[in-house]
């Protein structure tokens, strides 16, 4: 299969300290590109913390060596054994960022770790509820292929809410060793790879809200709700606390909760972790809180009874390569962003466009574009601002974590992995530019941009524009935004809108 992305890779003459944020703009310009081949197994990184803690960092960067694999696998070993382990999820997300698995008896796991598992292509990549005529869909584009999953073996957990059962989440690989160059993983972790190759590293969360539905309530939902109601929050104290505190056992550290704006809507926000973390913790909780709700026999899901989507926030700083500086805060003490951080924000607003498109990825989520609007036109401007929770970008300059850019585009249902990836790619695109858009001199909280952002609400408009933004094409990869277009065009031609809610509320929850 062809390369249809390069990767860059850090120069070496690249300063290893702290770098200054002129120093860390000087590395992102010296970047050059290097075709460099995947390996098949992506057991990589940070050390094995069998105690379940959150102190294990992925670093994508890292493959383990025969040494360190058989140190991981030992660690795992005591684990299944402590825990009486029968079952070991092999889980990846598909398109829409469900978790797809298949599950193995325990004492098959090593072997599996070596030569992985098989699965068929189709189902990582197709959309829900398949009709009759789908499979020749899927066969006229050449998808009816087996791929392999192959396990990061730092994400191996014990499931609370899962009888004797562990997970593990996997890249996915096609049955001659290539990358699957649609797997939203993958990508998101090649982007981040090449911001690390131009000299920094993101701190990002995501902040979803969810809703909690017993039967009576989806049917005829007439109760109040009070945003953040400490009363409400009590109201069904256990299913939150086992939620909680079963992220936390895999890893997820929940930084705060609360009811939202709707009855049986809760927020959850997490801890901001770097790298891919970030989007693996998301990817855990659409699994984990359909599973608790379950046990208490709620269902749980992304999408609201009324016909919109909930809001999937990602919180995102950027730093130095070292983890030491953040890129975004400026040290006058002033509400304002840095030249670098006006830069990353002029990426974003220049491709919101196509960014809406990965990031509200269907009729219902881009609902929330125009629910305050009574005119009729096909786009809205895309706002920013300082501390304003109104904007589409809020930059938030207060608190202990520091400056940081709230990417409120995302819908609940979009793809974390989607949508971290994209943000980088975009933002680096802002940190390239100098030409197209510019950012006010750094004592200024102002931004110049040549044209203004508009964000269509048609997701066919959405299609377009992602079909048209060479930069997300080519940073993203050619063969996945064909893909994504077609399997949207084919969504939107083959459901009725009134389908959609049942497909949500069936799908994701």
């Given at each position: 299969?062809?390369k249809e992305?390069?990767l860059?890779?850090?120069?070496?003459?690249?300063?290893?300290?702290?770098e200054?944020e002129?120093?860390?703009?000087?590395?992102?310009r010296r970047t050059r590109?290097?075709?460099?081949?995947?390996?098949?197994?992506?057991?990589?990184?940070?050390?094995m913390?069998?105690?379940?803690?959150n102190d294990?960092m992925r670093?994508?960067s890292?493959?383990?060596?025969?040494p360190?694999?058989?140190s991981?696998?030992k660690?795992i070993?005591?684990a299944?054994?402590?825990?009486?382990l029968?079952?070991?999820?092999?889980?990846?997300?598909?398109?829409h960022?469900?978790?797809?698995?298949?599950?193995?008896?325990?004492?098959f796991?090593?072997?599996?770790?070596s030569?992985?598992v098989?699965m068929?292509?189709?189902?990582?990549e197709?959309?829900?509820?398949?009709k009759?005529?789908e499979m020749?869909y899927?066969?006229?584009?050449?998808?009816?292929?087996?791929i392999v999953?192959?396990?990061?073996?730092?994400?191996?957990?014990?499931?609370p809410w899962?009888?004797r059962?562990?997970?593990v989440?996997?890249?996915?690989?096609?049955?001659?060793g290539e990358?699957?160059?649609t797997?939203?993983?993958?990508?998101a972790?090649r982007?981040?790879?090449q911001?690390q190759a131009?000299?920094?590293?993101?701190?990002?969360?995501?902040?979803?809200?969810?809703?909690?539905?017993?039967?009576?309530e989806i049917?005829?939902?007439?109760?109040?709700?009070?945003?953040a109601s400490?009363?409400?929050?009590n109201?069904?104290?256990?299913?939150?606390q086992?939620?909680?505190d079963?992220?936390?056992?895999?890893?997820?550290?929940?930084?705060s909760?609360?009811?939202?704006?709707?009855?049986?809507?809760?927020?959850?926000?997490?801890?901001?972790?770097f790298?891919?973390s970030?989007?693996?913790n998301?990817?855990?909780?659409r699994?984990?809180?359909?599973?608790?709700?379950?046990k208490?026999?709620?269902i749980?899901s992304?999408?609201i009874e009324t016909?919109?989507?909930?809001?999937?926030?990602?919180?995102h700083s950027?730093w130095?390569?070292?983890?030491?500086?953040?890129?975004?805060?400026?040290?006058s003490?002033t509400?304002?962003?840095?030249?670098?951080g006006k830069?990353?924000?002029a990426g974003?607003?220049?491709?919101?466009?196509?960014?809406?498109?990965?990031?509200a990825?269907?009729?219902s989520c881009?609902k929330?574009y125009?629910?305050?609007?009574?005119d009729?036109?096909?786009?809205?401007?895309?706002?920013?601002g300082y501390?304003?929770?109104s904007?589409?970008?809020?930059i938030?300059?207060?608190?202990?974590?520091?400056?940081?850019i709230e990417n409120?585009?995302?819908?609940?249902?979009?793809?974390?992995?989607?949508v971290?990836a994209?943000t980088?790619?975009?933002?680096?695109?802002?940190?390239?530019?100098?030409?197209?858009v510019?950012a006010?001199?750094?004592?200024s909280?102002?931004?110049?941009?040549?044209?203004p952002?508009?964000i269509p609400?048609k997701?066919e408009?959405?299609?377009?524009?992602?079909?048209e933004?060479?930069?997300?094409?080519?940073a993203l990869g050619?063969?996945?935004?064909?893909?994504?277009v077609?399997?949207?065009?084919y969504?939107?031609e083959n459901e009725?809108?009134?389908a959609?809610?049942?497909?949500?509320?069936?799908?994701?929850?």
């Amino acid at each position: 299969m062809n390369k249809e992305e390069d990767l860059l890779q850090e120069d070496s003459t690249r300063d290893e300290g702290n770098e200054t944020e002129a120093n860390s703009m000087n590395t992102l310009r010296r970047t050059r590109k290097k075709v460099t081949k995947p390996h098949v197994c992506s057991t990589e990184v940070g050390e094995m913390d069998m105690s379940n803690s959150n102190d294990c960092m992925r670093d994508s960067s890292q493959i383990l060596t025969p040494p360190q694999l058989s140190s991981r696998m030992k660690h795992i070993r005591q684990a299944m054994a402590k825990n009486r382990l029968q079952f070991v999820r092999f889980e990846a997300t598909d398109l829409h960022g469900v978790s797809r698995s298949k599950t193995i008896p325990a004492h098959f796991f090593q072997e599996k770790v070596s030569h992985g598992v098989c699965m068929p292509r189709g189902y990582l990549e197709v959309i829900p509820n398949p009709k009759d005529n789908e499979m020749n869909y899927i066969r006229a584009t050449c998808f009816n292929s087996d791929i392999v999953l192959m396990p990061e073996l730092s994400t191996f957990r014990v499931l609370p809410w899962a009888d004797r059962t562990a997970r593990v989440i996997c890249d996915t690989f096609t049955v001659t060793g290539e990358p699957l160059l649609t797997s939203p993983r993958y990508i998101a972790k090649r982007q981040l790879s090449q911001l690390q190759a131009s000299g920094f590293s993101l701190l990002s969360a995501f902040i979803y809200d969810f809703c909690i539905f017993g039967v009576p309530e989806i049917l005829n939902s007439k109760i109040i709700s009070f945003p953040a109601s400490t009363f409400l929050n009590n109201h069904d104290q256990p299913f939150m606390q086992e939620l909680v505190d079963g992220l936390y056992h895999t890893g997820a550290n929940v930084e705060s909760f609360s009811s939202s704006t709707r009855p049986g809507q809760m927020e959850i926000s997490f801890l901001p972790e770097f790298g891919i973390s970030s989007a693996d913790n998301a990817f855990t909780l659409r699994t984990g809180v359909k599973e608790v709700a379950r046990k208490y026999n709620y269902i749980s899901s992304f999408f609201i009874e009324t016909g919109f989507c909930n809001s999937g926030i990602l919180s995102h700083s950027l730093w130095d390569v070292d983890r030491k500086q953040n890129m975004f805060c400026s040290t006058s003490g002033t509400e304002q962003l840095t030249i670098t951080g006006k830069k990353w924000l002029a990426g974003l607003l220049k491709h919101s466009a196509a960014l809406s498109c990965l990031m509200a990825p269907s009729v219902s989520c881009r609902k929330r574009y125009s629910k305050d609007r009574k005119d009729l036109k096909e786009s809205v401007p895309t706002t920013w601002g300082y501390n304003d929770n109104s904007c589409i970008f809020n930059i938030k300059c207060h608190g202990e974590k520091g400056t940081r850019i709230e990417n409120k585009l995302g819908s609940a249902t979009a793809n974390p992995y989607l949508v971290l990836a994209a943000t980088v790619a975009a933002g680096l695109d802002g940190l390239h530019s100098s030409n197209e858009v510019l950012a006010g001199p750094d004592e200024s909280t102002d931004l110049y941009q040549v044209e203004p952002s508009e964000i269509p609400l048609k997701l066919e408009d959405a299609l377009v524009a992602l079909e048209e933004d060479q930069c997300l094409k080519q940073a993203l990869g050619e063969t996945f935004i064909r893909y994504f277009v077609a399997m949207k065009k084919y969504e939107l031609e083959n459901e009725e809108i009134a389908a959609e809610r049942n497909k949500f509320l069936e799908y994701f929850i």
